[in-house]
């Protein structure tokens, strides 16, 4: 199927979903996962109405911005080694992987401009999954108050890829309660709004737990490797 016709039934899912938790579907801001596509099929998601693009290698990501540059919006969404983050930090406006002090610092101290990051929580546990525990995350976000170019707008977390809804909803649910923690702290850099959570098994039940911030890779563009 085309991105477009991808998208109109995402756009469907996202209303319903929002219809079923009494939210307002302009509030979910789609993020099209674009590591295992073309930059033809990037351009298809653009063109059909996609303003945000993510990608988990640095490399990807400069390819893709040779050709659509300042068109869209640049989700880093993969784990971040910190020598590699003066590759991107001056294309990217939003990185969802912050989840250690040195990449902190290294943003801190590469940046021209504020950038916006989530602080990535790995909520199941899962050794597999990279972030920080629940409990790590109001300390880490503690330790940042100074730095300038850091906005910590968000907690992101990756559920466990499964069909059992109660173990999603849960991963979700906790995600929330830490991230409404966070804001209640009204630390002045880290307003802590948004939760990037859900992808494409699982976006919808996502929404209904209070994700801002929707990850679709398959779903969208599809996989073309």
Known sequence: MSVRDNLTIIRENIEAACTRAGRDPADIRI???????????????????IT??????DDGLLHKYETLGSEVTWHFIGTLQSRKVKNIIDKVDYIHSLDRLSLAQEIEKRATKRVKCFVQVNVSGEATKHGLSKEEVIPFIQQLRDFSKIEVVGLMTMAPYTDDEAL?????RQLKILQESVQALHIPNAP???????MSNDYVIAIEEGAT?????????GHES
């Open 192 to 198: 802590c709004t948004e939760l990037s959570m859900g």
């Open 213 to 221: 911030f929707i990850r679709l890779g398959t779903s969208l563009v």
């Open 31 to 49: 993020v099209a996962v674009t590591k295992y596509v073309s930059v033809e099929r990037a351009k298809e998601a653009v063109a059909a109405g």
């Open 52 to 57: 945000d693009l993510g990608e988990n290698r």
């Open 168 to 172: 999603l909803r849960r991963c979700f």
